[in-house]
Nanobody, 115 residues
Framework: QVQFVESGGGLVQPGGSLRLSCVAS????????MAWYRQAPGKQREVVAH???????TYADSVKGRFTISRDNAKNTMYLQLSSLKPEDTAYYYC?????????WGQGTQVTVSS
């Protein structure tokens, strides 16, 4: 089963930007549907954005217009560009398939938006 490693998180001021990366342990070219998820303290994990193999994207209303998901099958990598960040975007961000596979969850990357 494919494993994912997320990176790129950090501490950023409101209005700032980050670019998250998700590297798969194997080829993602045959994976039709992938997503970025996030989990804020005390809250359930939620879908932030997902992307198909053909590049079709969907976003949660809370991030629409601010986040951009993309994937590079040749590099077995998926990205999430975060812009105009808000304190409520603070969370651990994870990548996985859609629907998620329990054994594929990585450690996540922490994003903290604070002044």
């Amino acid at each position: 089963q494919v494993q994912f490693v997320e990176s790129g998180g950090g501490l950023v001021q409101p209005g700032g930007s980050l670019r998250l990366s998700c590297v798969a342990s194997g080829s993602i070219s045959s994976i039709y549907w992938m997503a970025w998820y996030r989990q804020a303290p005390g809250k359930q994990r939620e879908v932030v954005a997902h992307i198909t193999n053909s590049g079709s994207t969907t976003y949660a209303d809370s991030v629409k217009g601010r986040f951009t998901i993309s994937r590079d099958n040749a590099k077995n990598t998926m990205y999430l560009q975060l812009s105009s960040l808000k304190p409520e975007d603070t969370a651990y961000y994870y990548c996985n398939l859609v629907p998620p596979v329990q054994t594929s969850w990585g450690q996540g990357t922490q994003v903290t938006v604070s002044s």
